[in-house]
């Protein structure tokens, strides 16, 4: 009996720690900023930072924030654990104006800042950013 207890034992052992595995978040690195277009704040939306695989990144994650009514941001995790794992990132801009049923969307920036497969800004996340690394101006 004492060998099944041991078993057990062992596979419970391996479990709980496949589960702390599964759970644990890489190391984050602070990030906050702003999104203007045309030289005003984007007031209402989100951030998000998508792996970019095509520059080493390999992050399950993609970090998101909201903007602020002065176009600044501050991205989280899953979990709520502000920042993003180190890397490459294609940046996505999604704000519109007043979104209802039926109704087209009216963007604050242009179309191609909204999806990851057309955005043209990328940027590399790191643990000591210079001031406006994450502060982009933008067109629509």
């Not at 277009?37 to 970019?52: A, E, K, L």
């Not at 390999?58 to 903007?67: C, E, I, K, V």
């Not at 519109?96 to 940027?123: A, M, R």
């Amino acid at each position: 009996m004492s060998g099944f207890r041991t078993a057990a034992a062992l596979v419970v052992g391996v479990v709980a720690l496949a589960a702390g595995c599964a759970g644990e978040v890489e190391q984050l690195a602070p990030v906050s900023g702003a999104v203007t277009v045309n030289g005003q704040p984007v007031p209402s939306g989100n951030v998000t930072f998508y792996p970019d695989s095509s520059k080493g990144n390999a992050s399950q994650h993609q970090p998101t924030g909201r903007l602020d009514a002065t176009g600044k941001f501050e991205l989280f995790v899953p979990g709520g654990k502000k920042g993003a794992p180190a890397g490459w990132y294609k940046v996505v801009v999604y704000a519109v104006d007043d979104p209802q049923p039926g109704k087209p969307n009216k963007y604050f920036v242009n179309k191609q800042y909204t999806s990851p497969t057309s955005t043209p800004v990328s940027v590399e996340v790191v643990a000591n950013p210079d001031p406006g690394r994450y502060e982009w101006k933008l067109t629509k």
